[in-house]
T-cell receptor
Framework: AQSVTQLGSHVSVSEGALVLLRCNYS??????LFWYVQYPNQGLQLLLK??????LVKGINGFEAEFKKSETSFHLTKPSAHMSDAAEYFC????????????FGAGTRLFVKA | EAGVAQSPRYKIIEKRQSVAFWCNPI?????LYWYQQILGQGPKLLIQ????????DSQLPKDRFSAERLKGVDSTLKIQPAKLEDSAVYLC??????????????FGPGTRLTVT
């Protein structure tokens, strides 16, 4: 069965500092992996996703994530945090094709200090 | 392109009452999802439709929750009777492809339900 673990329910960084949000997953087959962001009072929106091919995936707003099969990880990074990055971030995994559900992690709230 | 619409945005009811939520997905999207997001947790899938057929409802508490998607477009989610533990944000999402898989899901703003 697939599952997602996000390490750290809260992460705080200074503006301009590196952002690193951790995600580990378990899956019995090669998974599809996603990062979604949720701003206050808004719905979730896709930051980036990994399906096949290149393991380093670039997304919107300068974020990127690397799929590491050996570590079953899909950590999200951004070289320099901006105040507007403050939000909740969800890692999600989906297995295979048609009929498999997407499982979301518990989320990590990112705080950015001026 | 219009996004996923949900109504109402907020709802407060007493326990044992009933409530219904409405979702209008992005035009042309075949797959529709309902999620429950309890405070401090990630979204949990309740039910997913492909067109007007149910693909997965394994986590839907069927003794009190029901959902339908008539004509493969709009969908309603109903709770009857509501319990205190149903207090959550109910998210609707849609995607253009088959259920699950690699397709991006587009989320609505959610309905925040408070059961007192």
């Amino acid at each position: 069965a697939q599952s997602v673990t996000q390490l750290g329910s809260h992460v705080s960084v200074s503006e301009g500092a590196l952002v690193l949000l951790r995600c580990n997953y378990s899956s019995s087959v090669p998974p599809y992996l996603f990062w979604y962001v949720q701003y206050p009072n808004q719905g979730l929106q896709l930051l980036l996703k990994y399906t096949t091919g290149a393991t380093l995936v670039k997304g919107i707003n300068g974020f990127e994530a690397e799929f590491k099969k050996s570590e079953t990880s899909f950590h999200l990074t951004k070289p320099s945090a901006h105040m507007s990055d403050a939000a909740e971030y969800f890692c999600a995994v989906s297995e295979g094709t048609g009929g498999f559900k997407t499982i979301f992690g518990a989320g990590t709230r990112l705080f950015v200090k001026a | 392109e219009a996004g996923v619409a949900q109504s109402p945005r907020y709802k407060i009811i007493e326990k044992r009452q009933s409530v219904a939520f409405w979702c209008n997905p992005i035009s042309g999207h075949a797959t529709l999802y309902w999620y429950q997001q309890i405070l401090g947790q990630g979204p949990k899938l309740l039910i997913q439709f492909q067109n007007n057929g149910v693909v997965d409802d394994s986590q839907l508490p069927k003794d009190r929750f029901s959902a339908e998607r008539l004509k493969g477009v709009d969908s309603t989610l109903k709770i009857q009777p509501a319990k205190l533990e149903d207090s959550a944000v109910y998210l609707c999402a849609s995607s253009s492809g088959l259920a699950g898989g690699a397709y991006e899901q587009y989320f609505g703003p959610g309905t925040r339900l408070t059961v007192t």
